[in-house]
């Protein structure tokens, strides 16, 4: 069944410090790929705007809004006839358009949380600027980033009439092995976030401290200048999403460190685990829970709590044994981690919401603008 589909995101033209991009683009041009129409709403803001890195998709068709009184004017007869509407996380007024939408759409909604744990913290504080607790249970689907326990926490507690997960993935034709001889011992990918910077300090800058003779690099926006790197540290202020795969390859491990609410939710995987997968690159991560249902710890990934242990796997794990567990890695990841997989699962979540719908006798009242 072929679906038209619309996403109203956060931005899929940039993806400077937007971990959200990359999802988008991997999971939308999987759909298109797999016969479905998508058209993308994002708002036209300064900040990716001056920083944007894609323009026109082959995949989907790209629409930008200036203001949210612009969007039922241009595209309310798109969302009204679509057969599956989603709304990120993080838009720009984002409780408006969903109070919107849940009532215009015909077809089944979808809010599609890129950020699970820090919008139930901010639902418990009484709600966020995307998303308030009285619209959950509009919306027919909750797409959560987040899976285990947390999806009958969002149904139980917050009332969503269906929450499912929908993990992140890779495109495994941007992320694969290249020929590139690794010369970095370790490597990170990631956005500065305070509440990450114990732990890449832990498991990457403290052994470069230590191992003044091995390589390391740390790419991504936003890192203060007062922080003290070693020299064998190099720093990449933004890496494009077109140059991760080159620099994965370019590392015998890189580096998964975990925002705080993701570690105390679990079941958050990063994207940057399975872009290294499909790599070919063995991954060192952090410790949270439901981790071993993306990976088998020791086989396809490794963990390190301290530095000690980041020190050991990068000192004196044996080259044949590195070699396996990023071999083992990227089979799981083009197995369980990719895009299409992922697209699948959005098919089977729109057709047990249509089902749902079907057997309640619900539809849905199309009504005026607010």
């Not at 068709?61 to 989603?86: F, K, M, T």
């Not at 998303?131 to 797409?143: E, G, N």
Request: proline fraction near 6%; include cysteine.
């Amino acid at each position: 069944m072929t679906l038209d589909i619309v996403v109203l995101g956060l931005s899929i033209t940039s993806s400077w410090g937007n971990g959200h991009a990359t999802t988008y683009r991997a999971l939308i041009k999987a759909l298109a790929e797999r016969g479905h129409r998508v058209t993308f709403l994002e708002r036209d803001v300064a900040w990716y705007r001056e920083h944007r890195d894609l323009h026109r998709p082959a995949w989907c068709r790209v629409e930008l809004y200036d203001s949210l009184a612009e969007l039922p004017r241009r595209h309310g007869g798109l969302v009204r006839d679509a057969d599956l509407v989603i709304l990120g996380s993080f838009v720009p007024d984002g409780v408006a358009i969903a109070d919107w939408l849940t009532t215009e759409a015909r077809g089944i909604t979808a809010f599609y949380d890129i950020d699970t744990p820090v919008t139930l913290r901010r639902l418990e504080q009484g709600g966020t600027d995307y998303i308030a607790p009285a619209l959950v249970p509009r919306f027919d689907l909750y797409l959560s980033f987040t899976g285990g326990p947390v999806l009958e926490l969002i149904e139980e507690t917050w009332g969503a009439r269906a929450a499912r997960p929908l993990y992140c993935a890779v495109d495994p034709e941007l992320h694969m092995p290249h020929d590139v001889v690794p010369h970095l011992a370790l490597g990170y990918v990631g956005t500065y976030s305070p509440d990450r910077q114990p732990t890449l300090d832990r498991l990457l800058v403290e052994p470069a401290r230590r191992l003044p003779a091995q390589r390391f690099a740390v790419a991504g926006p936003q890192y203060p200048d007062a922080l003290d790197w070693p020299a064998n540290v190099a720093r990449i202020d933004h890496l494009p999403p077109q140059e991760h795969a080159r620099f994965y390859c370019g590392q015998r491990f890189t580096l998964n460190v975990t925002r705080a609410d993701m570690i105390a939710a679990g079941w958050s995987p990063s994207v940057r685990l399975f872009e290294a997968g499909a790599c070919g690159v063995p991954v060192i991560s952090d410790r949270w829970a439901g981790l071993d249902a993306f990976y088998t710890p020791g086989s396809e990934i490794l963990i390190a709590d301290t530095t000690a242990e980041a020190m050991a796997i990068l000192r004196d794990m044996p080259e044949e044994r590195r070699r396996d567990i990023a071999a083992a890695a990227r089979r799981r990841t083009l197995a369980c981690h990719t895009a299409r997989e992922r697209a699948r699962a959005l098919e089977d979540h729109h057709a047990e919401a249509r089902a749902a719908r079907v057997r309640s006798g619900a539809s849905r009242t199309v009504g005026a603008v607010a």
